[in-house]
């Protein structure tokens, strides 16, 4: 069933490669809206019968290269799930909203099918080296996006800072999933007898190494202060549809390993630095926010709130490592909060990054000072960005909310200060977003000039509120019915937090 | 050489290599007196030796290990794996040269110095045995001299020259190690050499170690035998620098490895810490160099420089680390076939030179583009292509063997190497507004191209398919 789901879009990507390119683009668009509809019902499906709190289920697993201990090992649980779901939601939100894509469909939509496959096959792999494979080659496929629909010469800087940072943290992660193959008797790459063995269970230097290597890859994958410099070019300078991708799922891949790979496979190691964890987390929210307010280029703001919604996962992922003066439940709240946010963070802000596209489609600049007034002329363009606004600036109604509202519940006793500090993060954000509106939707009408006359500047199209809108949704059901979720997420971050206390 | 071993001259065990023999020398009979439109005989007779090499080779492969006349040759897991991978690349090498070779009036010359070539890197794999080892490193490396200078070109006369000289001055150290090691060692077999080596004087023996450890890295095109690589591969036609940057190192590699394992005391001489010293210099280097460069033919040289630094960790861990062994073949295998591809599509664009030649490429000749990008993806390690497993492995295979630190040189290298790799790949899939004129892009033929697909799906059917080769692999 998941390696059905998982290889689904690359199967359908190599019967596309198959077809002309000359063909008209309605057949690949639309085949990949298809192949993104089965695949999310599937899902759907999986999520009926997964049982809340049974470990890992719908577990497939055959030998790969039995030598060194590499199977191919797939299965969701709890923490998975809901990340999976968000990815298939994602990306059938972009294949609606590439319907308006003119420029090489057939590469286009072969390499985001190719995305889909990696992105949906690393949040359900449970070996260390198929992780790695799918967040590898994730990376190759999300520089061909930047580099060939991105913003001409710069996206292509832009795709090979992305590719040379993001590499090196991949590999960063690889030694340290080499350190504890080493480390475990038998050797093996595999997450379920890895957490089962805690092969580094004494600590010591070996294991904070260990630690430090998994940690900075996934760090500069999710991204976290200071290996954030990559995030904001890459952003701005890739398609919208790329952005979406980029900010809901990929950097979700970080923050994922943290809690599939570093916690339960390394808990020792990580009680004993999750203060540093607790303290990237803050600068990160800090220093995201601060830096999106001094932003006059849209894209690249909403870039820099993604490091700050980060920095509150991180938060909350080092906050249920500190055993000191806190209890099970608020551990288990900040864990689950966490992940809740993944999930928020990934709906709003791939609708935000779609909006964005839209708003550079129809004035060919992010710069917001080219635009003002634009709720007389767009309404529904307004009304969509203002909910995605508020909903991102944590407005109790939306996931977001719950989200950030978990975390700070449940890291206020294992952090107080830090926490208190997070909290002003929210603040700043939402006079951030505030402002955006504000520059962008009130005031007397001013449209970026085409030469010699006034751009057409048209509202929303069709296929742009079927694809934005869905994601608003379910970011709104989430947050009015959170239950439906956290039930999921729940029994599998009280089995975390216990995996980590031991 | 004892009594009970004059029993082992068996030549039922040297198949693989008499066959490459016995092609090259009928083919040299047979091109002399074919007309030049029929030389593609000699081709097709060198093919079906290296075929039928490959089925003695599995065909051996079953049958447990053993040494041959005297103990001067081994056959063993080692030998057998340098005898498969260079006879795939022979295979290649023969496919992907089509094009440029075929009706050349030196055609058959062409065949008969890759396959004597061929068969020099196999005995370099098998050698046990100082004597043989030099004997094999000669033929090793002449035929490839030879082949150097076989387009007669200025740039290819040039090239052939200076491959010589190098191989001239590192030979004769090598010749010179070799005695030094006999001097110290009391004998040039390899087991009993360790012995000998274990009382010897340390300083004289790591003299000669490392003599001779020069004229195999001249033969592998690392550092600091590596001077010849830029210009040999920039100055001759694709399918001589695919052959000469491929082949011999699946057989260098493969000797030095079983020298240092079988017959220098680590705890004597610390040569793992010498070749860890050597590998990372080699990858630094082979890296920086091909940072900036902007003809493929030398970018591609650069790059084997900085692999050979990778094939040199498995060696550094020799006999310290369980996987080593199979760390280091597999790596080889991968390596060879991943850079054959990247040759194959350099021979199927024959004009075109320069990075900036192959803007575009990918409207015109899109499945070619695809190979290319699979192959120097290959090339960085990027899953599942096979050099990805092969550098798990050599990675897994340092940190085990106490060499961490070279792990890291390795990954940063690696970090490092993405991007001029990717220095080619980005002008292949700028969009059409900037494309070259197509001329450039003329296809050279079609069986460099078909070398090159066939190339790049072997090297992610290997890496997908590790699971059944590495165990192979594995000592006996």
Redesign the interface.
Known sequence: MLSLIVFLPAAAAAVLLLVSGTAPRRVFIGAWIAVSAIDLALVVAVWLRLVPGGGFQFEQRADWMPTVGISYHVGVDGLSLPLVALTAVLFGACAVFALRETRRVKPYVTLFLGLQTVSLGLFVALDLILFFLFFDLSIVFMYFLIAGWGHGERARAAALKFFLYTFLGSLALLLGFILLYLAARPHTFDIVDLIAADPLAGGGVYAALTLFAVGVGLAVKTPTVPFHTWLPPAHTEAPATGSAILAGVLLKMGTYGFVRIAMPILPDTWRQFALVAVVVGVVSVLYGALVALAQTNLKRMIAYTSVNHMGYVILGVGAAGILAGTDEQARQLATTGAVTQMVAHGLITGALFLLTGVLYDRGHTYDMAAYSGLAARTPVFAAVFAVAAFASLGLPGFAGFIAEFQIFTGSLSAAPVATALAVTGILITAGLFLLAVQRLFLGPLRIPDAPGSPRPFADLHRSEIAAIVPLLAVATVIGVLPRFLLDVIEPASRALVELVAR | MTGASMMNENPGALIPELLLLGGAVVGLLLGAWLPRCRQWLVRLLAAAAALAGLAATAAAATRPGEVAFGTSYAIDTLTHATRAIVLVAVLVALALSVDATAGHRRETEFVVLLQLGALGTILLGGANDLLLLFAAFLLASVPFYALAGWDKSTLGTEAAMKYYLSGAFLGVAMLTGTAVLYGVGRSTAYGPLREGLTVAPVAAAAVGLVAVLAGLLFKVGGVPGHFWVPDVTDGTPAPVAAIVTTIPKIGGLGAMYRLLLVAIPADTIDWPLLVAGLAAVSMTLGNLAAFFQTSVQRLLAYSTISQVGYLLIAVAVAGRAG?AQ?ALLFYLAGYAITNLGAFAVVAALPSARTLEDYRGM?RHRPALATALVVCL?GLIG???TAVF?GK??V??AA??GGFAWL??VA??N??AS??YY?RWI?PA?R?AAEQAPPAVLESGGAAAAVSAYACAAAAVLLGVG??AV??LL?PA
């Open positions: 996987l199979p990918a993806l990027t899953p599942p497993v798990l492995t990675f897994t940190v085990e792990a890291v990954v940063v690696t970090v993405v991007f990717l980005a899939f969009s590790a699971g590495l165990p594995s």
